[in-house]
Each structure stands twice: as C-alpha cells, then as structure tokens.
C-alpha cells in the first residue's frame, strides 16, 4: 500500500492510482497511526513546517514502512525543508537529497532498525498541554497556549441560549466556555483537523456537545441554530487567505435561524466588516483591543 501525506505541490512527485490520504487535515483520510508497522510499501510526505510536528509525522512513516521501502519527504525551504535531510539522517536514514522550485526533496528508504522513532512518537503525540490545561497535540492551532483572541471573546459573550455551534473549533476551549453556559441545550463543534477533533473530544465529556470532523464552510448538515461562535482561521498553506474567514461568515449566516446571533473574534486587520455588514440585519463592534476585534452579528 503506498501512502500520501498532505497536498504536494504540482509535478514535485508522482502518485500512484490508489495512494491513500492519510492526512489529518484532509477529513475522511486514513489515520497513519493506524497502519501497522512494517505495512506500507511506499509514502510520501508533505512534511509539516513545526519541528515537532513534522519528527512526529516522519517517525510515524518510518514506522509504519515496510524495510527498504521508499520514503519522499519534501517541505518548501524556509518551512523546514532545509533541515528535511538532518532528521531523516537522525533516524538511521541515507538519503539523497533534491532541491526544486524552492523546495527540498528528500529520497530515502527505511532502514532495518530506525532510531529514535519511539521519542519522536511520543514527543509529538496527543498530550495534555501545560500551559492550556487541555489534551491537544503538536500541529494543532495554537496547540499549547489559550490563542488570545479566544480568551477575548471568552469574555465578552452573553449568555447565550439554545443550539449552537462553534466552527473551527480547535481543541474545544471556547466550546468549554460555551457549554458552561446553563440555558446552551446543543453545541456543535466542527474542525477540519482530526487531530483537534479527537482533543475536544477527550476535553469536552458534556452530552451536549457533537464533535464533526469536518470543513466549516460546507458540512456537517447544520440550520435553524439560534447562535454561532468562532475565531475564524485565515491562514491556508502558510499564508495569509482572507476569503477562508470570509467563508466562514457566509456558512454562520446559512446555518442560523432568523434573528440567530454570531459572535466573532478576528484580528483587527481583516477586512470583516464588509460581508458581515452585507449578510447581517445587525451589526455592532462590541469590543476592541489588543489588536482584535469582537463583533456580534444577529441575522
């Protein structure tokens, strides 16, 4: 079986007709914990930018390889590429390395007895984070702190009612405000990292709450919900994207009952205003500082 991690950028590296996704932000894809070692023939790896994320996602293929399997790990230079060939080395690997279009391409094979796979694992795996209080894992939006934006419009919410969901919901730390809520009869929670998915799952233990490993801006199948909280992403491949938190206000309007309220944070910078001044009947800026804005839009 040969496997694909992530999203290669065009003609970097052929694919075979049945390569499996094992991605955890590729919802739907395979769980590349899940294989057992020695069980695939060949991998590809789109390796993540975050030091232990990426000795995480590479330890796991190594693990899961089959010995003298081929293994092709690349990444963009200024996003880890350039210390691709030092950790692949790290594990007993040889490799040969390619530099392309502002890339680095490693090609290696699985040595009979890989090092230090079992730290790498370990170090980057599901954990309770410190400084968060909460399981979470390496890779993970802001995986290891509370995101400041969050904890802003942690305070500034009312007391909100009813069903209502969370998109990109992370490891659940605004849901667990939410939930904490009395008269919040459902909660929604939706992300399309699995890894997030699976932390508020073992964080938020409340009947209320469904977890959906899912994109926001499409699915799951949510309507008539009386409120909407979330601190929209606006970062896809590395770099800035304004239409993804634009896309989640859209989805918000579609989901909610009339004269539902969506309660957003964003970064100050982001040019929100517009569209939810366009799908909105009301529109207030309840809060700014620290360099975010809070808004309550009600439909």
């Known amino acids: 079986m040969f496997c694909v991690y992530g999203t290669l950028p065009a003609g970097l590296s052929d694919l075979p007709a049945g390569a499996v996704q094992v991605s955890p ?5 395979a769980r590349l914990e899940d294989f057992n070692p020695g069980s695939l023939s060949a991998a590809v790896v789109a390796a993540p930018p975050g030091v232990v994320e990426r000795r995480y996602t590479l330890a796991q293929a190594l693990r899961a390889l089959k010995p003298g399997a081929q293994l092709t790990a690349l990444a963009p230079k200024d996003k880890g590429g350039s210390r691709l060939r030092k950790e692949l080395e790290a594990f007993g690997c040889a490799v ?3 530099p392309r279009r502002h890339h680095r391409i490693c090609h290696t094979v699985r040595p009979p007895t890989p090092a230090g796979l079992d730290a790498a ?3 980057g795996g ?3 984070a410190e400084r968060l209080g909460l399981w979470s894992q390496p890779g993970v939006f802001s995986w290891d702190r509370p995101d400041p934006g969050s904890l802003l419009l942690i305070s500034a919410l009312p007391a909100l009612a009813g069903c209502g969901a969370d998109l990109g919901c992370g490891v659940g ?3 667990g405000a939410v939930l904490a809520l009395p008269n919040v009869s459902h909660l929604d929670l939706v992300d399309v990292d699995r890894r997030a998915v699976e ?8 009947p209320r709450a469904d977890v959906h490993w899912a994109d926001a801006r499409g699915a799951p199948n949510l309507s008539d919900l009386d409120f ?11 770099l800035e994207d304004k239409d993804l938190g634009q896309a989640f206000i859209h989805r918000s309007h579609q989901i909610l009952r009339k004269g539902g309220v969506l309660w957003l944070v964003a970064n100050r910078h982001l040019p929100y205003e517009g569209v939810l001044g366009a799908l909105f009947g009301k529109v207030t800026l309840k809060r700014e500082e ?3 804005k809070i808004y309550e839009a009600r439909k």
């Open 121 to 123: 694992i370990e170090a």
């Open 25 to 29: 932000g590729v919802p739907g894809a």
């Open 126 to 128: 599901p954990q309770i």
């Open 173 to 175: 730390l605004l849901a």
């Open 290 to 292: 620290a360099g975010f």
């Open 96 to 98: 040969v390395d390619t």
């Open 228 to 238: 909407v909280v979330m601190n929209p992403p606006f970062h896809h491949g590395g």
């Open 199 to 206: 932390a508020a799952r073992r964080n938020l233990d409340d």
